[in-house]
């Protein structure tokens, strides 16, 4: 299994943004490059390598599956696993849909900050044991 070490997350609200970052630094032990916004991420993402894209659904401009999308793109990120955080349940990928863009996950807000870097690690575990038998990834969600 590949280890999880580095984190891009993208967050418009800033203090979602601190949470997440101490959360999964302080606690989780992960390097996280953390963005504002999908347009900003999209804009750095060349000179990034990361494990695990973790993306705000919506956002002003770039929302998460657009900026997903965008991500996508890039060789480095074409086959990363994606979380979607959202506060929402409405119009979110799931099953197949979800499966074939890549997200493995979505994480409800509000969230746990000290259970954060647990639910990402057990995630990143389903999603390897799910893959080694399948070629898809699995979609989970997490409440």
Aim: no cysteine.
């Amino acid at each position: 299994m590949t280890d999880l070490t580095q984190i891009l997350h993208v967050e418009d609200d800033p203090n979602i943004a601190d949470v997440v970052r101490i959360s999964l630094t302080i606690l989780g032990g992960f390097e996280v490059h953390q963005f504002a916004s999908g347009t900003d991420a999209v804009a750095s993402a060349p000179t990034l390598a990361a494990d695990l894209l973790l993306l705000d659904m919506m956002m002003p401009g770039l929302d998460g599956l657009a900026t997903l999308e965008k991500l996508r793109q890039m060789p480095q990120f074409a086959a990363t696993p994606a979380v979607l955080f959202t506060a929402k349940t409405i119009d979110l990928p799931v099953g197949e849909d979800a499966a074939v863009r890549g997200i493995i996950a979505t994480i409800r807000k509000p969230f746990g900050a000290a259970e954060l870097p647990g639910q990402i690690r057990e995630l990143w575990d389903a999603y390897y044991l799910a893959n080694q038998s399948q070629d898809l990834p699995s979609e989970r969600s997490v409440a």
